[in-house]
């Protein structure tokens, strides 16, 4: 079965980094599309990165390019969103997608 679990979310300060992990099982991860979206409160969850299987076609959001980076470990089944100079407006439930699934969403909260 399909399994998606997010890691490393947390409280930072702005201007803080932090690192999203996903771990996934249960399908074929190297070939796979994978996205990490985002929801904040009130707000529509929204992509913020997206890597093909081999990594070599990569989007981001407007809002975070220059900032995020999107990576996967293909042998390990992970990927990873290195966030950098983080803003409050960063603030939401990150989640890790794969084509058809979610994972259950880990909480970044960037504030002073």
């Known amino acids: 079965q399909v399994r998606l679990v997010e890691s490393g979310g947390g409280l930072v300060q702005p201007g803080g980094s932090l690192r999203l992990s996903c771990a996934a099982s249960?399908?074929?991860?190297?070939?796979?599309?994978m996205s990490w979206y985002r929801q904040a409160p009130g707000k529509e969850r929204e992509l913020v990165a997206r890597?093909?299987?081999?990594?070599?076609?990569?989007t981001y959001a407007d809002s975070v390019k220059g900032r995020f980076t999107i990576s996967r470990d293909n042998a390990n089944k992970m990927m990873y969103l290195q966030m950098n100079s983080l803003k409050p407006e960063d603030t939401a439930v990150y989640y890790c997608?794969?084509?058809?699934?979610w994972g259950q969403g880990t909480q970044v909260t960037v504030s002073s």
């Open positions: 997608r794969s084509p058809n699934y």
């Open positions: 249960g399908f074929t991860f190297g070939s796979a599309l």
């Open positions: 890597s093909s299987g081999s990594g070599g076609m990569i």
